[in-house]
């Protein structure tokens, strides 16, 4: 899969809400950093470590958003790294500009990153 395919893959089963398709992109030992993890669950510094920990937190966003979805802006990759930048909707609140940086290693997401506009 190429860089780009994969970030068109990361945002379709995102916005499917299939935890298990968005889990298979990553590493086994990936991390994933964003402030609402930070907000929401402070003692993890905003870091999570962990396709497990990956699972939980997306299961449980979901179920707190059913309607949660993004709507893609931009995307930008190469071999190293794919960079999306999407709307995020979620029930009652104003879309939000996201961009989202995954670090890519032999066809797997190793390290992503999240930052709010």
Known sequence: MTPEALGRAWLDAFNAHDVERLIALYAD????????????????????????????WWTDAIKRLPGLRYELVRLTANEERVVLEYLRHAPHEAPMPVAEAFDVREGRIVASRVFHG
Do not use: W, Y
């Open 29 to 56: 030992d990936c991390t994933h950093t964003s402030p609402k993890i930070r907000a929401l669950h402070p003692e993890t510094g905003g870091q999570l470590v962990g396709k497990a920990a990956l699972r939980t």
